[in-house]
């Protein structure tokens, strides 16, 4: 499933309020995942700027990856 625009904009929030990573690095992963189409974790993984296991620590509570009983995906 495709995260709008702006909900990926929501997520590079969420990981900045969690200080995982800066502005400056979500817009030059928001930038290359425009051209690549990769998912924004993936993006930001592939420069460096965070891990796999971050990613996934913060993905468990965001809201676009629950199935309806809440859980995971």
Not at 14 to 38: D, F, P, R, S, T
């Amino acid at each position: 499933m495709m995260i709008k625009e702006e909900e990926k904009q929501m997520f590079g929030q969420l990981l900045m309020g969690k200080k995982m990573v800066n502005e400056c690095q979500i817009e030059e992963a928001l930038e290359i995942q425009k051209a690549n189409g990769k998912a924004l974790g993936d993006v930001l993984i592939d420069l460096g700027h965070t891990t796999s296991d971050l990613i996934m620590s913060v993905l468990q509570y965001y809201p676009e990856n629950r199935t309806e009983a809440g859980t995971p995906v």
